[in-house]
């Protein structure tokens, strides 16, 4: 039977309205899960301290509890403990609670727990996995990629050029370093290759910028004054309601880069942005770079702008080594973080 085209859009509409409903009845189902196990946790916290009971008692309740539910998994000594950690670890901290928690997966819980050690940490995978609904695979491939290391640890100038909200939450969307092992690229490229590869992986590379991204086009296309300039990459970025212009390089990072983005940048919010948009936003991608360098590139810099580095191994060459940061830097940016997460973070 052939449909028109007002009974394929009411059709499309109901299932939409199927899958949606679907999803919010799944997640309902998960945070009682992950509640119930919560609980179930802190008793056996609570009564392992009120009456000095050993280890033996979680195999004790496992054992019975599998007894009286039958066919219904999830109550096996092995993860009892990992409730008993769930509630352990999280009880006592300022940044998550309960609530929280319930929001994203068992499965996902349990691999943050094992994988990530501070609680900051726990606390960004935790509001990534719900925020970009991560896949176990997705989270797992974030963890292991160091997706929070190099976010915290990313340079950048928003900090005096965007107002204090919209700089807090930029400064999650540029990464210090990128992995783009997808792209296939032999050592040495250059910058074509690099952006056509990037073009035929772009679902892969949007991923691996973080979510949120929207590709409009590369090569792009802005006029002043009878001559043309081309941003490499423009994308939008949803959340922050803003024009991202990508600038690829593959040679180590100038400080004349950073005067050529501020240029498109200026372009870009006179004659591309729309009325109701933020400023555009800037992020160079070179091969390496030096961070002293790259601090007082931007210091001056009008337009908000990011530098990040790309690598297509996920191998570190020991000649790159001398641009990551020490540790004296890696704590003071943890240390300034911690205080918007503590703002953004729900209180229960």
């Known amino acids: 039977m052939q449909l028109e085209s007002s009974q394929i859009i009411f059709i499309s509409e109901m299932k939409k309205q199927i899958k949606a409903a679907q999803y919010r009845a799944l997640q309902k ?9 919560w609980n179930i946790g802190k008793a056996i916290v609570e009564r392992q301290q009120e009456f000095g009971w050993g280890k033996s008692i979680v195999e004790l309740l496992a054992i019975e509890l599998q007894k009286e539910f039958v066919g219904i998994q999830g109550f096996s000594a092995r993860n009892l403990w990992r409730m008993r950690t769930l509630y352990e670890e999280y009880h006592v901290s300022d940044l998550i609670l309960p609530p929280l928690v319930a929001e994203i997966p068992w499965t996902h819980n349990i691999l943050i727990i094992e994988k990530c050690k501070d609680e900051h940490e726990r606390f960004f995978y935790i509001n990534r996995t719900k925020k970009f609904s991560w896949s176990k695979t997705m989270l797992i491939n974030a963890i292991d990629a160091q997706h929070y290391q190099k976010t915290i640890l990313n340079q950048t100038n928003f900090d005096t050029t965007l107002a204090l909200e919209e700089a807090n939450d930029a400064n999650f969307i540029v990464k210090d370093e990128y992995l783009f092992d997808f792209l296939n690229l032999s050592e040495p490229h250059s910058e074509s290759q690099l952006e056509q590869a990037i073009l035929t992986n772009i679902r892969n590379f949007l991923t691996a ?15 002043v004054e009878n001559k043309n300039y081309e941003v490499d990459l423009l994308l939008f970025h949803r959340e922050l309601q803003c024009l991202v ?24 919010n006179s004659k591309v942005k729309k009325e109701h948009e933020r400023p555009s936003i800037g ?3 070179c091969k390496s770079k030096n961070r002293t360098i790259v601090e007082f590139a931007l210091q001056d810099v009008n337009k908000p702008i990011g530098l990040a580095t790309y690598s297509t191994s996920p191998n570190l060459p020991v000649d790159m080594q001398q641009f990551f940061p020490t540790n004296e830097e890696f704590v003071e940016k943890v240390e300034s973080i911690t205080q918007y997460i503590n703002e953004k973070s729900p209180k229960f």
Request: aromatic share 16%.
């Open 209 to 223: 910028l973080g979510g949120d991204f929207s590709f409009i086009g590369n090569q792009f296309s802005v006029k």
């Open 29 to 37: 189902v998960n945070a009682e899960q992950v509640m119930l196990y």
């Open 283 to 285: 992020i160079i991608i």
């Open 245 to 268: 212009a990508i600038d690829l390089k593959i040679d180590e990072f100038n400080p004349d880069f950073a005067g050529k983005m501020n240029f498109y940048l200026s372009i870009l």
